[in-house]
């Protein structure tokens, strides 16, 4: 077995910039909502996008209650994490921490911008219900940090 401390302690001086991070947020329309509810976890896939603030969140409902609903509303603290790896020297990874909050119609202008300009759509969200809920929610990005490949 070897030794991965080496492969550790190299990441200290791979910290990104504000500005990079910020870079890596506008670019990448990905990554994974981590959300808890008491002592459980739950983390979703979704599409999001960054104005430099808060990261945007569009939430279909396709059925009541919806998980993912249910747990932001209980999550005090919500992590957002994006990656991108090109091969195992090419990457870089950045992680939003904050607040969640539903928003309400006066933030979709925003919230409609800044999702268009890296957000995008799985296939699914085509089969949605134009009757179901749509929630906007924002996570403010109180703590951001990133790390990649040196």
């Known amino acids: 077995m070897s030794d991965s401390t080496g492969d550790l302690d ?3 001086d791979n910290e990104m910039s504000a500005a990079a991070t910020a870079a890596a947020l506008r670019e990448h329309g990905t990554g994974v909502l981590s959300l808890a509810r008491g002592g459980e ?5 979704v599409s999001f996008g960054f104005d430099g603030e808060r ?19 209980s ?13 195992r020297d090419d990457w870089h ?3 939003v921490r904050g607040p969640l909050t539903r928003l309400g119609e ?3 202008p925003a919230a409609r911008e800044a999702i268009g300009d890296n957000g995008w759509y799985p296939g699914l969200f085509r089969r949605a219900d134009p009757r179901g809920r749509i929630d906007l929610w924002a996570l403010d990005a109180e703590e951001v ?6």
């Open 145 to 150: 940090t990133g790390y990649e490949s040196g």
């Open 41 to 45: 976890a739950y983390a979703v896939p």
């Open 93 to 95: 990874s950045v992680s």
């Open 55 to 73: 990261c945007y969140f569009v939430f279909i409902g396709y059925h009541e209650p919806s998980t993912k609903t249910t747990f932001a509303e």
């Open 106 to 108: 006066d933030d979709w």
């Open 75 to 87: 999550t005090e603290r919500a992590t957002l994490t994006m990656y991108d790896a090109d091969g």
């Open 10 to 12: 190299a990441l200290v």
